[in-house]
């Protein structure tokens, strides 16, 4: 790299750096006058298109904004860039706001209140939910919705995550008082680590992702009020997925899917003939899904990535970028 390149790449850094605004907090009254502490974070230039960033959950379970690390400093050199997280997961929240759906009118009010008139959303995982549920309330708003990897709303996968969920329904008591003798503190380290050594072995030689905004997310998964909201969550989510089934995105709505192999990965581990049958039936359950919804849609495109890691935002970093 020539000393004029690098000189070019540390002022685009500085510049993007220095026009973040990251972990605020907006506060509103919801409808039965509770206070809502909504955290978000900004990147980049407000007089540029507005892009919206909604989390969903890795393998660890853990679902907010660290996702976008890498992701929303690179879409800041052309994109107002807002990644929020549900009230739940930062701000220690100990009534309510817990859900995918009932997200989606956190994110209308904000919408609102901020008077962001056009924008488009990148959606991860299971923040789908959110989506299907927001979309047509505000859809005039929406320029474009990619979703990366989003929860497969068929009858037999729907199965397969309620399943997943079941222990944490059957064992919340068990596990809410573990977590408030704070025993669950070192497992969560424990997986903020393998987290890291995931990321690492993603993005190989590439480390550009803003370590600082990283390291903040995972710290607040070692709070136990943000432990006890997730597991509370968990059990929420797994009737919330029926409800989404029946939810539909405007089909006027331009729509991309980007579809990881990440399955792959655990096709080849299963212990079990039976394991690795039920993993290759989700994984063509899930492609079916993906190509009907952007077939369904005006403008849809179905992507089908040869990652074979689930964290899309940071495997795929540029092919979102791109996307936009």
């Not at 997310?217 to 509370?232: A, D, H, I, T």
Request: hydrophobic share 40%; net charge negative.
């Amino acid at each position: 790299m020539t000393l004029a390149k690098y000189g070019l790449l540390l002022l685009l850094l500085f510049t993007n750096s220095s026009i973040a605004q990251l972990h605020q907090t907006f506060s509103y009254l919801n409808e039965d006058k509770s206070t809502r502490d909504l955290h978000y974070s900004t990147w980049g230039s407000e007089s540029n298109p507005v892009v919206l960033l909604l989390s969903g959950p890795i393998a660890t379970w853990h679902s907010d904004s660290a996702i976008w690390a890498k992701l929303a400093p690179m879409l800041a050199e052309k994109f107002y860039v807002i990644a929020l997280d549900r009230v739940s997961v930062v701000n220690e929240f100990k009534d309510g706001g817990l859900g995918y759906v009932p997200f989606s009118d956190d994110i209308k009010t904000f919408v609102l209140s901020k008077n962001l008139t056009q924008f488009s959303i990148v959606s991860f995982a299971s923040s789908n939910l959110t989506v299907v549920s927001l979309a047509p309330q505000v859809k005039k708003r929406i320029s474009k919705v990619i979703l990366l990897d989003p929860d497969v709303l068929t009858p037999q996968s729907i199965t397969r995550y309620q399943k997943d969920t079941q222990p944490f329904k059957d064992n919340q008591q068990q596990y809410a008082e573990y977590i408030q003798a704070g025993k669950y503190i070192p497992r969560v380290e424990q997986k903020n680590q393998m987290e890291l050594e995931e990321i690492k072995t993603i993005i190989g030689s590439d480390n550009q992702y803003d370590r600082n905004y990283f390291a903040y997310m995972q710290s607040k998964r070692l709070l136990v009020q943000n432990q006890l909201n997730l597991f509370k969550e968990i059990p929420i989510y797994a009737q919330e997925l029926s409800l989404a089934e029946n939810l539909k995105l405007p089909t006027d709505i331009p729509l991309i899917i980007v579809d990881s192999q990440f399955e792959s990965q655990e096709i080849e581990q299963a212990k079990t003939e039976e394991q690795k049958q039920s993993l290759v039936d989700w994984q063509k359950d899930a492609k079916a899904y993906y190509q009907r919804l952007t077939n369904e849609a005006n403008d849809g495109r179905y992507i089908e990535s040869q990652s074979l890691s689930h964290m899309l935002p940071f495997s795929e970093a540029e092919l979102i970028k791109s996307l936009l």
